[in-house]
């Protein structure tokens, strides 16, 4: 028999947070997000240096920047199992706790290598744990505001995917060095966990063990295509970002990969902002995300056939693409979802995305080898900006979902 699709999420056993409570809900899972953001993307930049005194390989090295990806898809599932069990609300504290414990661990003196793995490990294990649960929070706070909570939430991810990225070189490796950079970033993981405490949580959804397993949603086409659509922009990006350094002329040390690379990120932000301050229901739409698919496209096309002359405008079209497909699917389950079903179908899309995520760059790599002409790796971001676009066409109308 053919499961019914995820239903409208809001009901009437949830209330809408209001006034001052509303804004400090709102507040702390936006620094939440920035947390769960910023602990790793501020790992890139002290790599060579902590390479050098550690006396690693290369190969080792690049495991403390894909092995977050890997535990990230492989403990979703577990996050939504953990929601089920003890609600939303400790579980994104008990996620909080992983990642600053974690962030702190990696700046251990003593041990060599071990305490930066092992650290990494935890607190990927945190922010894959939390994941799951801001969903369910965001629609247990804001059941009438879904869309735009949701989308703040999302803005405060990247703000910490650029925070994490811009700030530490520059700011804190030079006076400090790669140790003292990790414990800097565990300190507002912290605080992030003793704010979300603050908060309490609300409803069933966010207090008591609530929510459905995954294999009864397996049934609804609906899970696949959205999980399917956020895997395809999540491969796009990565692989965007992996491979446009080395096919622009120049190389990766060039000032033309650095200003691209820097403008892909960077327009994550202003789309994300904007994405905010509008009132139509963006979520819900095909045309939305069918949208930003072709911009996709066209950048990753655009990117093969002349990065070399008009490579910022490519950039800025893949960049707007991914980032507001970003922030509307991670709304889309508390948008659309009864509130028992929202851990398992986000845990769901979440998997698709980091596995993607961590395809994506190998992809381009071996179409690169196989073809032997360095344009041959934006072919992966081809297809999948064209499979986002199949997807985005059979996502159910504004009307059908829920």
């Not at 199992?81 to 974690?102: I, K, N, P, S």
Request: charged share 10%.
């Amino acid at each position: 028999m053919e499961a019914a699709a995820p239903s409208s999420a809001t009901g009437p056993r949830q209330r809408e947070l209001d006034g001052r409570a509303a804004a400090v809900a709102l507040l702390v899972a936006w620094w939440a997000g920035f947390n769960l953001r910023s602990v790793l993307l501020s790992v890139p930049p002290v790599l060579g240096p902590l390479r050098s005194d550690l006396g690693l390989s290369y190969t080792a090295t690049g495991l403390l920047t894909s092995l977050p990806l890997v535990v990230l898809g492989l403990l979703a599932f577990p996050g939504a199992a953990l929601v089920r069990r003890w609600g939303g609300h400790r579980v994104v504290a008990l996620g909080l706790l992983g990642t600053a414990a974690g962030a702190a661990v990696r700046a251990l003196p003593a041990g060599g290598a071990a305490p930066v793995f092992a650290g990494t490990l935890l607190l990927a294990a945190g922010i894959a744990v939390a994941q799951p649960g801001l969903p369910v929070m965001v629609q247990a706070w804001f059941p009438r505001d879904v869309q735009r909570a949701s989308t703040l939430v999302t803005l405060g991810l990247i703000t910490g995917e650029i925070a994490g990225a811009g700030i530490t070189g520059p700011a804190i490796l030079g006076p400090l060095g790669w140790r003292a950079s990790f414990l800097v970033w565990a300190i507002p993981a912290a605080v992030a966990l003793l704010a979300w405490l603050a908060v309490p949580g609300r409803g069933p959804a966010g207090t008591a063990a609530s929510g459905r397993p995954l294999r009864p949603l397996l049934r609804s086409a609906q899970l696949w295509w959205v999980a399917a659509l956020f895997g395809a922009q999540s491969l796009v990006y990565f692989a965007a970002n992996t491979w446009i350094p080395s096919t622009v002329r120049g190389g990766s040390g060039s000032g033309a990969a650095s200003l691209d690379l820097t403008l892909l990120n960077l327009v994550m932000l202003p789309a994300t902002l904007a994405l905010t301050l509008t009132r139509r229901p963006f979520v819900r739409s095909r045309a939305f995300y069918a949208a930003g698919s072709l911009l996709a496209l066209v950048g990753a096309v655009g990117w093969m056939l002349s990065a070399d002359s008009l490579g910022p405008l490519w950039v800025l079209l893949m960049g707007t693409a991914t980032s507001t497909a970003f922030a509307g699917l991670l709304a889309y389950w508390p948008t659309v979802a009864a509130p028992e079903d929202v851990a398992a179908s986000t845990a769901m899309m979440l998997a698709f995305g980091y596995l993607a995520a961590f395809l994506g760059p190998v992809l381009g790599g071996t179409a690169r080898d196989a073809l032997h002409t360095q344009w041959a790796a934006f072919l992966p971001v081809a297809v999948s900006a064209t499979v986002m676009l199949l997807c985005s066409l059979r996502l159910p109308a504004a009307r059908d979902a829920g």
